[in-house]
């Protein structure tokens, strides 16, 4: 079987009420950009029904495949995803808060600056208190790993598959976007943004709060002690 051009790396958790709509907007749109493509949906250690949704859209849709996270993890889903993805371009969202119009953009974003890392940049996020949360999260990138971005986090990320191999992120949970950035810098790849004005949720209730933006700040700082960025 022919690889596609560009995968899309979807985890998702818990959201049977929604991701199938979801995943079904994602056909137009990259239809649409005339790109050979994919989407790798990731089940994220999921509770309810999602793995059986995603399974029958796959089994209906060979553009669509299956790669489960019994484990857990945001990082460990993204890296499942690429893992098991096959394009010579490289793509991973938060499908529970991602436009899927905003990939054809950033893929044509990306190929306006190859070679380099695109990505979505959020200017807001609609509750103070998040704001300033991730203001400091992106102020500790700069001074501990020099990462210029205002949104570390943001996603979709797009990237092809070489710089994929050379960076190799580990991080199972919430700090691969920040290894990531970190080790793309090193690198002196370039990173370009695309940026959006903020985003809704499809569905579901955000995971983020007080004790896991705690945890992301001291995470930062362990990153950095074990040489994170390498």
């Not at 996270?69 to 893992?83: D, E, K, M, Y």
């Not at 710089?163 to 580990?170: D, K």
Request: include cysteine.
């Amino acid at each position: 079987m022919t690889a596609p051009e560009l995968s899309v790396v979807l985890p998702c958790r818990n959201q049977a009420d929604h991701i199938g709509a979801v995943l079904e907007r994602y056909f137009p749109v990259l239809d649409a950009a005339g790109v050979g493509y994919e989407l790798v949906v990731v089940p994220n250690a999921c509770t309810d029904r999602t793995p059986e949704i995603v399974a029958a859209l796959a089994a209906r849709d060979s553009r669509l495949r299956v790669a489960e996270n019994p484990a857990g993890g945001w990082g460990l889903s993204v890296l499942t995803g690429l893992n098991a993805a096959r394009g010579g371009l490289l793509c991973y969202a938060n499908s529970a808060r991602t436009d899927p119009a905003d990939v054809p953009r950033l893929l044509e974003l990306y190929r306006r600056h190859a070679p380099c890392l695109a990505k979505v940049r959020r200017t807001e996020r609609g509750v103070p208190l998040r704001e300033l949360g991730s203001w400091l999260y992106n102020l500790e990138a700069r001074l501990l790993f020099g990462i210029a971005t205002r949104d570390v986090n943001g996603t979709p990320k797009l990237f092809a598959r070489q710089l994929f191999e050379a960076a190799r992120p580990r991080e199972p949970g919430d700090l691969i976007d920040l290894e990531l950035m970190a080790v793309v810098r090193r690198l002196g790849v370039p990173v370009v943004e695309l940026t959006v004005s903020g985003f809704q949720r499809h569905g579901g209730k955000s995971t983020t709060n007080l004790r896991s933006a705690a945890r992301m700040y001291a995470g930062a700082l362990r990153l950095w002690t074990k040489g994170g960025g390498r």
